[in-house]
């Protein structure tokens, strides 16, 4: 029952955001076959790529990068059967500033029927050469190939913005805008930067760039500090209308942000992001996490948000008691949505009478008050020796019950 929830949430959208009704949409940039795959020891056949991307259409992610086809012909392979096979999101592919990056890049995606090429280069003094006429370039030859293709989009990406002097992340940005570029990513590729200072960073860009309105400002953040959902949160307020991520929140080192994160931090608080929503079908999260999961074998963190095995698990006697009774009490996303099938209770010693009585009568058991004292007692002997009490062993503790009747 989320009746006084919903209340609460509906009060605080009223005092917070008094004069905004309609919600602007957040494209979900998945990268988990591009970013995700580089994590160590994630390599994926093709169709085990191909089997991601049917998935991520089913999740309704707006964009798949699919890969980074000059890398090899595997990969050109694989982003080459994604165009032509995956129905729905936007196809995009990967290529460095490099005119045979890009050729392959378009080469594998001009099927598509919504190609994109994302093409970046380093812009912060660490990496930086001749970065700016070699940005025009690249975004002037992807925008001359794909000219011919209606669907087609081109976004840059300045890598390591958030390292970047100011002024020449401006004028990088406005002039691959001027280039042809329509999609601005502002990567924070190693993770450096804390919320309010990402925030700013995208205000910064949307103030001092002057044709930023013909672009989407895309952000793509690294979980170097474990500030990835974080920062492209609070860049959503900020202007952000592009948030690329992966599931589970694989990436390079500690991963890029989460999607199922950042998702359902939108959906959830949705009496403080009044103004944004996403398209993403939310029953599909948990069957996609744990394909990914299983494909790329890399286990998801029990206490993971969202996905983890614990992340709908209650193990205190207060809590099991508050969620039997009420779900909201310690809970604030219903499992079903995001593909979980319930809530669990792990019956451990801290578990009380009543989580003991609600488990027993979904095994079919009811149970008198009288015999629950007396097996709540058994129940404990039980759980103190074992860290949870499982399904058998209540069964065999109801055997004996029966029998000393
Ligand atoms: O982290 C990064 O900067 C990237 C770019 C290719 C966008 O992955
Ligand atoms: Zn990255």
Redesign the pocket.
Known sequence: NLTSLEQQTEHSTITKKENHTVSEKVYIFD?TL??AE?TPGAALNLGEKLEIAKHLAKLKVDIIEAGFPVSSPGDFDAVTRISNEVEGPEICA?SRVIEKDITAAWGAIKDARKPRI?T?VGTSPIHREQTLQMAIDAVTYAKSLSAGHPGAAIEF?P???GRTELSYLYEVVEATIAAGATIV?I????GWTVPSEFGKLIADIKANVPNIDRAIISV?C?NDLGLAVANSLVAIENGARQV?CTMNGL??RAG?TSLEEVVMAIRTRRDYFSDYYTDINTKEIVPISRRVSRTMGIPVQPNKAIVGANAFAHSSGIHQDGIIKQRNTFEIIDPADVGWQESQIILSPRSGRNALRHRLGALGYEVTPEQIEKIYARFLEVADKKKEVHDADLEAIMRDEVRSI
């Open positions: 990268t591009r970013d580089q990967l994302h970046f990406s890598m390591d913005a990513n990567p924070e590729t190693v793509h690294h690329e990436g390079e890029n």
